[in-house]
């Protein structure tokens, strides 16, 4: 089996997207799947795709001026 995530442009900045899933909720959803699942990422209606793998996920956080900081996750 394999899992997509339909991805979609909403805005120019995270600030102009709908809600998104928290975490808890992710997991929540994705806990219903075989722990062997891939997952993947679908594009353009399915006419590309990519995978997600460790360093595929980027943390932001807001320092004490406002400013963005990115740091790359690792595990």
Do not use: W
């Not at 959803?29 to 990422?41: A, H, K, N």
């Not at 679908?42 to 406002?66: K, L, M, P």
């Amino acid at each position: 089996m394999k899992l997509f995530i339909k991805s979609k442009r909403e805005g120019y900045s995270p600030e102009q997207c709908r809600k998104s899933m928290t975490i808890g909720e992710m997991i929540a959803y994705l806990s219903q799947f075989d722990d062997d699942t891939s997952v993947y990422i679908s594009n353009d209606n399915g006419y590309t795709y990519g995978s997600i793998t460790e360093t595929s996920f980027e943390e932001e956080y807001d320092d004490d001026e406002g400013e963005q900081n990115y740091e790359k996750s690792h595990f």
